[in-house]
């Protein structure tokens, strides 16, 4: 059986890179690359700088 690489939960619902995940963990490594990818955009001028994601934080 599966186990959730983060937290050990049975109930994985997603592999990530290979590894299994609950769908807690899964979406906080998700919204993590999506807030990082959105800074880098944001940095190399592909978005709008009226976007605050800088005082992001996962709760």
Not at 23 to 32: A, D, E, F, S, V
Not at 38 to 45: A, D, H, I, S, T
């Amino acid at each position: 059986m599966l186990k959730c690489s983060a937290c050990g939960s049975t109930r994985v619902t997603v592999l990530i890179n290979g590894k299994p995940y609950c769908k807690y963990c899964g979406t906080k490594i998700l919204r993590t690359h999506l807030v990082r990818t959105l800074l880098n955009m944001k940095r190399e001028g592909l978005i709008t700088s009226i976007i605050n994601i800088e005082n992001y934080e996962d709760s």
